[in-house]
């Protein structure tokens, strides 16, 4: 299996599981393969498969970032059969392909719900210092360059954890200090006000 964050990603093996946020118990795990070891051999040799349990159940030829969707899409369409509940909001990656295609299933159009997605907040963060890195990083020609520019990059390159730091303790403080709708404004404000 070959995965990388924001890269390459070719595995023929996928798996995505469902957990209750209140409960921590898994809900649903949904594993997806592309591949058969015996079904392979038999083509190989030119032979039809000997009876066996064969777990290859998704397509060779489709996208492999798809494996996880259809998984988690599946666990959504299948939590009133398997339990009863109704699975209003999704806690995502920031991968919106996951999001995507539950909204493309439409799991409780019945009972006229919509999921709704909230981000992570491990992956919030990986993904604000991921973006700090790049400006970090980021050259210009020299015509192009104000002064001062390679010293604030400098700046952002060593400031990396501390903002994400101040980040977090931010966050903390207005989670105790405020109430639910005015938490996400104010933080986003903090944020953008950081020197």
Do not use: W
């Amino acid at each position: 299996m070959k995965r990388s964050y924001g890269n390459a990603y070719d595995s023929l093996a996928g798996i995505g599981a469902v957990i209750g946020y209140r409960t921590g118990k898994v809900l649903f795990v949904g594993i997806r393969n592309k591949y058969c070891t015996i079904c392979d051999m038999a083509e190989r040799n030119g032979c039809e498969p000997r009876a066996h349990k064969c777990y290859k159940n998704f397509d060779r030829n489709a996208s492999s970032t798809r494996m996880e969707s259809d998984a988690i899409a599946e666990g959504f369409n299948d939590s009133l059969k398997m339990h009863g509940l109704i699975y209003k909001t999704i806690i995502a990656d920031g991968d919106s392909n996951v999001y995507k295609c539950i909204l493309h299933n439409n799991p409780y159009s019945e009972q006229m719900v919509v999921v709704k997605k909230i981000e992570c907040t491990n992956h919030l963060l990986r993904n604000l210092c991921k973006k700090l890195k790049i400006v970090a990083e980021t050259t210009r020609p020299k015509t192009q360059r104000k002064r001062g520019f390679i010293e604030m990059r400098n700046v952002v390159k060593k400031s990396i954890l501390k903002i994400r730091k101040e980040v977090i303790r931010i966050a903390s403080v207005r989670n105790e200090e405020m109430q639910p709708h005015y938490k996400a404004t104010e933080l986003r404000k903090d944020i953008l006000e950081y020197p």
